[in-house]
């Protein structure tokens, strides 16, 4: 299994600019795909941003142009480039990996522990 380690949230003003980052970590054949996905009070969790290893990337609509998810495979790392913050990307944000366990396994998604993000306006 993977174990996810995230660092790097915090409180930022509106604006502003944070990196967070996720280490990888465990018994696990690969990773395949690895993001952040953040949740609001009252909210549900969604999509924020993700890169597989075809280097495509998905991203919310609400952060294009203002986020970027970055990978090193090699190292099972990724970090989310923040710029341009705004009060409403408040949320708990949550590293997330898509991996097998095994190489004739299904992929299954992993999740962090969650950092909390806060922009103040």
């Known amino acids: 299994q993977v174990q996810l380690v995230e660092s790097g949230g915090g409180l930022v003003q509106a604006g502003g600019s944070l990196r967070l980052s996720c280490a990888a970590s465990?018994?696990?054949?690969?990773?395949?795909?690895m993001g952040w996905y953040r949740q609001a009070p009252g909210k549900t969790r969604e999509l924020v941003a993700t890169r597989d290893n075809a280097d495509s990337t998905n991203y919310a609509d609400s952060v294009k142009g203002r986020f970027t998810v970055l990978r090193d495979v090699s190292r099972d790392t990724v970090t989310l480039e923040m710029t341009n913050l705004k009060p409403e990307d408040t949320a708990l944000y949550y590293c997330?990996?898509?991996?097998?366990?095994?190489?004739?396994?299904?992929?299954?998604?992993?999740w962090g522990q969650g950092t909390q993000v806060t922009v103040s306006s």
């Open positions: 465990g018994s696990f054949f690969r990773i395949t795909a």
């Open positions: 997330f990996a898509q991996a097998q366990a095994r190489s004739w396994g299904a992929p299954a998604a992993y």
